[in-house]
Structure formats: structure tokens, C-alpha cells
């Protein structure tokens, strides 16, 4: 995470122009690490939010809106006590490191003006917020969101009534204070593979993205050397003045979904993938967070989902291979019903207590079968425990077959779910799965919880480049409106053959006939929201939606269908 001191510096500043002179009118605390603050600035209502949160620690406006406890933690109790109603007069760091300090003017008990501050430590798992009271010389902590006793540092303690105390400086240079010779000695005696921990063992403030950075504009892919530390000075030197004279920029580093990768205040050059620019460190901020919680939220919902349908999914493969091998057990009923035919007409020459008998083949008089005998039983006996085993296997076998064609269309469809499982772009993607797992019972519904609003989840919609519209359900229940329900009977209907997969839509007019580009480009949709993906020719079955019918008594999307031409496409976006 590239929140260095530089980053910290150039936010203060930020919030300082906004926030100066500002009201602060209601402060809440939504969970255990987080605090926010309602503020009337010049510009109107704002949210500022302070998070003490190891994995995303931060202080920015926000416009996301929290649910609040019923009963406000200690920490909001004393915040409202001292802050309710007070002016903000700056906000800065403390030092050169990743403290930011907003000052307050508020009032006592009696009335009388007092300095109060909240100082926000942003440092990765050791981020903390602590209330205090200023005067002209020191800060003493009236409250702190996470107290640091002897028991978690030896070090430094945070607690209530003691005097805020600085976290403890780094044995580092500040680089605005840096020069060449200085610099210069230190890099040709630095002896590591990774080079951009010369700047972060030795300079504070700089993270390791912007490390990163400074070697790339100064020597690209190339290692530090002799031969190029004057390039990395003066790439170095660049950074220095961009730090003094505040040119900075706030961006995002993105993947090709938009997922954030890492965020600086300059352009993170060195990713080689695109970047998102914003005017502000706030809105900044907010966007990288809250994409990393939607995210973290989303996987964690699609991980939850998906080990449901896992185990599902085993469970039916193994109840399979049980049917499977009862069936191969059925295949013997015939034999049983002969042995018991063969003792039935060869009763009159058998003896009791024979371990077997040696009967003669009614279809090869020539040929004799020895029969297995039980010596507990007479021949009659034995005879009628053949009959029996064989009308029970007879019955066994027309069972195994309806539960081992019922197993296989579960299996077909739960590698559907984790298909559309796999296409999930939000919450209300899962959750409109989950709630199919529950109609289909895989899931259990919580009775306890009261009804909410049906869940509601758009399908893909492509616009080819000659304007004609394809759909693509991300989901069975998708699927199955879409085709079903929301199509014309002249719409042409495309599926993976013998897989799971989207059922993609080409919208027609009655009597039209796409082109075969058309055709090709709706196909390779087909073939890239499919569970065939990876493969490099995959075959699309398409026909008219009039020849495409529900499957009775089926899973949802499950659907039958006739007069169909298959193409084989290769699996891409067009």
C-alpha cells in the first residue's frame, strides 16, 4: 500500500483547505474501527471518515452511508462529549510520518473555549484513533480507540490521562533534506537484489510502489550500478521536488476489470496497466476502498456459494458411483433367476446339505452348471433364495436407473451453478444464485429473517459492431426468463453443446436472417460464458426459439430443444 508519509502530507493538506473553519455536528461509530464525522463545511454537508482498520486504515470524505449500533461504543460516547459542536482549525501531520491531527476548538463543561484534537496514526495494523486535549506545549489522551498498555508495547503507551507521545522516530533521512554525495555513497555501497529497498531502508516516507517507480523512470528493468546512479539520483531528485512543491496527482493503478491494484500521488508507471485519475486524495481514497471491500465481499460470497455447491457436488458424484456399481451388481439378476429355474426342475436329484449342485443347462443338455448351494437350506430352499435375490435386483435395477439419470442432471446442473458462479460481477449476482439453491434445495432458506425485496440482477447485454443485440443470462434462473419469458419466437437461441453455459440470445425480426459474421460472434459469446472457456474450438448449438422448450420436472434453465445446427467457434468476446 503506497500510504507514505509524502501521501499522508499531501491528504492533510487537502483536508485543511476543505475542512478549516468546518462544524462538526454528529459523529457516529459504525463498527469497532471506524469513526465518522458529520461536518458543515463552506461547501455544504459532508461525511468524513477516519478507519483504524488494519487492512484499509484512512481518513477521507465518504458518501457511503453506515449503519450505526444502538448503543454507541465508549470511544463515539467521549467523542460526542468533547467534539459535538467544536471547529476544526487545521489539519496536519505530526512530524514526518503517518500521523495526520485534526484541531479543534470546542468548550468545556462551564463554557470556556479548549483545545481538543484527534489524532489519526495510519500504520497498516498499528493504526489507532486518540482523542486528546491540546494546550500550547503538550497533548494529554482523553480517550483512545485501541489502548496500548506494557502488555503490547514496552515502547510506547497510549492510554487515557498519560501525554500523547509521538510513535517513535525511524532511523532514516528525510529525503527533502538529501543530497547527491550523500546519496551517491549510499548506493554504491548498497548490496541487495531487490533495489528498491535502498529507498526504503534508507529514506522515510517512501513506500515501496514509489521505490519501485523511481527505478523505472530512472534505469527501467535494469539493476542499480555505478554506471547508473547519476539516472537514479536525478529520477530521485525529480521526486524530492514533486514532495516541495506539492505537484502531485492523485491515481489508481487498475486491472482490466477495474479492480484496484494500488494507488500513489503520481503515476505508477511501472505496472504497465491503466490508470483512474481523480481530482482529490478523498475520492482517491473512497474509490479504492470501496472497491476492495465490494470485492473482498463479493468473493467471500462467491467462496461461501461455491464450497455449498462443492460439497453438493461430491456428495452426488459419490452417490453415482455407489448407483453405478449397483447397476453392475443388477447385471447378475438373470443368472440368479437361471440357478434357481435349474434347482426348481432338478429337485428330485439333489441331496440336502450339498455345498453345490451339479445340475444339467436346460439350453445345452450337454453342458452341466454347478450351482452354489447353502447347506443350512434344502434344494427347494436354496431354489427360493435365488428367486428372491433375483426380483430384488430386478427392482434394484429399474431404481438405479431413474437415481442414476436423476444424479447425472444434478451434477449437470450444479456445474451450471459454478459456471454462473464463476460470471458473478456483484452481491445481487450470488445472492439471486443462492437463492436458486435454496428453491432447489441445496440451501437452506432462513425462516427466521423476514422477506425482503426480490433480488433483482440485470443480464449481459452486447451490441455487436453491425448493432444487433445479444443477451446472455449470467445465471439459471437468467437463463431460463431469458428464453423462456423475455424472448420472440424468431429470436435465435445459442448454448455450449453437451456443457454448461450462458443461453445467449440473437434478437430477430420475424423472417430475418443475421449474417454469418453475426452468427460466428453470437457463438463465440456463447462459447466464452461457458464452462468450455479454456478450449481452443468449442461446438455452440443454435436453433430458433421456437424450438426451444422447457424440460419437465427439470432444474432451473434446464431446456430441451430441436431443429438445431451446431458451429464450432473459438471462445472470445468479439
Not at 478507519?51 to 484512512?58: G, K, M, Y
Not at 525529480?238 to 489508481?252: A, E
Not at 459474421?517 to 479454456?534: D, F, L, P, R, V
Not at 430458433?544 to 430441451?560: L, N
Amino acid at each position: 500500500m503506497a500510504f507514505d508519509v509524502v501521501f499522508a502530507k499531501a491528504l492533510s493538506i487537502e483536508l485543511d483547505k476543505s475542512l478549516k473553519g468546518s462544524k462538526i455536528e454528529k459523529i457516529n461509530q459504525p463498527s469497532s474501527d471506524m469513526l465518522v464525522l458529520s461536518v458543515r463545511t463552506s461547501a455544504g454537508p459532508k461525511r468524513l471518515v477516519i478507519s483504524a482498520s488494519a487492512s484499509s486504515a484512512r481518513i477521507c470524505f465518504t458518501e457511503e452511508k453506515n449503519e450505526n449500533p444502538q448503543t454507541p461504543p465508549n470511544f463515539c460516547i467521549q467523542a460526542r462529549k468533547h467534539l459535538s459542536g467544536a471547529i476544526i482549525d487545521s489539519v496536519g501531520t505530526v512530524g514526518f510520518d503517518r500521523v495526520i491531527e485534526i484541531r479543534m476548538t470546542s468548550r468545556d463543561e462551564l463554557g470556556f473555549e479548549c483545545g481538543k484534537s484527534l489524532v489519526c496514526e495510519i500504520m497498516g495494523k498499528y493504526s489507532n484513533i486518540i482523542l486528546c486535549s491540546v494546550d500550547d506545549t503538550s497533548r494529554k489522551v482523553i480517550s483512545v480507540l485501541r489502548p496500548v498498555d506494557f502488555s503490547s508495547s514496552r515502547v510506547r503507551q497510549v492510554l487515557p490521562n498519560m501525554e500523547y507521545v509521538c510513535p517513535p522516530a525511524q532511523d532514516k533521512i528525510n529525503p527533502t533534506e538529501e543530497n547527491k554525495e550523500s546519496f551517491c555513497s549510499k548506493a554504491a555501497v548498497f548490496d541487495s537484489a531487490e533495489d528498491y529497498k535502498f529507498f526504503v531502508n534508507n529514506y522515510l516516507g517512501i513506500s515501496p510502489a514509489v521505490a519501485r517507480e523511481v527505478l523505472h523512470r530512472a534505469i527501467g528493468t535494469q539493476r542499480m550500478c555505478s554506471d547508473n546512479i547519476e539516472k537514479v539520483w536525478n529520477s530521485f531528485s525529480n521526486l524530492v521536488d514533486i514532495i516541495k512543491t506539492g505537484g502531485f496527482s492523485p491515481c489508481c493503478v487498475t486491472e482490466d476489470d477495474g479492480s484496484p491494484i494500488e494507488f500513489s500521488y503520481l503515476s505508477l508507471t511501472h505496472y504497465c496497466k491503466q490508470e483512474k485519475c481523480f481530482d482529490s486524495f478523498s475520492e482517491l481514497l473512497e474509490y479504492y476502498y470501496l472497491q476492495k471491500e465490494k470485492n473482498s465481499l463479493l468473493k467471500n460470497r462467491i467462496g461461501g456459494t461455491l464450497t455449498v455447491v462443492n460439497n453438493a457436488l461430491k456428495k452426488t458424484e459419490k452417490k453415482l458411483g455407489i448407483l453405478e456399481e449397483e447397476l453392475k451388481e443388477c447385471e447378475n439378476a438373470d443368472m440368479y433367476r437361471k440357478y434357481g429355474d435349474l434347482l426348481t426342475g432338478s429337485l428330485y436329484m439333489l441331496k440336502n446339505k450339498a455345498e453345490y449342485a451339479d445340475v444339467p443347462d436346460y439350453e445345452n443338455e450337454m453342458k452341466v452348471v454347478r450351482v452354489p448351494m447353502d447347506i443350512k437350506l434344502s434344494p427347494s430352499q436354496n431354489a427360493a433364495k435365488y428367486y428372491k435375490k433375483y426380483n430384488k435386483l430386478k427392482s434394484a435395477k429399474k431404481n438405479a436407473v431413474i437415481q442414476i439419470e436423476k444424479s447425472r442432471n444434478d451434477l449437470a446442473y450444479l456445474f451450471s451453478v459454478i459456471n454462473s458462479l464463476n460470471m458473478c460481477e456483484n452481491t445481487s449476482d450470488v445472492m439471486q444464485i443462492r437463492s436458486e439453491l435454496v428453491t432447489s434445495g441445496y440451501l437452506k432458506d432462513n425462516k427466521t429473517k423476514k422477506k425482503k425485496e426480490t433480488i433483482h440482477s440485470e443480464p449481459i447485454v452486447i451490441t455487436l459492431a453491425s448493432g444487433r443485440v445479444v443477451r446472455c443470462g449470467k445465471n439459471n434462473i437468467q437463463n431460463e426468463e431469458l428464453t423462456l419469458k423475455q424472448s420472440k419466437k424468431s429470436d435465435i437461441w445459442f448454448h455450449v453443446k453437451s456443457g454448461a453455459g450462458s443461453h445467449v440470445i440473437m434478437e430477430c425480426e420475424p423472417d430475418e436472417e443475421p449474417s454469418a459474421e453475426e452468427y460466428t460472434q453470437a457463438a463465440m459469446i456463447a462459447a466464452y460464458y461457458s464452462n468450455m472457456k479454456m478450449s481452443g474450438s468449442v461446438p455452440v448449438d443454435y436453433t430458433r426459439i421456437r424450438y426451444v422448450k422447457k424440460q419437465p420436472d427439470s432444474a432451473p434453465g434446464r431446456v430441451i430443444y430441436t431443429d438445431f445446427y451446431t458451429a464450432y467457434v473459438k471462445p472470445e468476446l468479439p
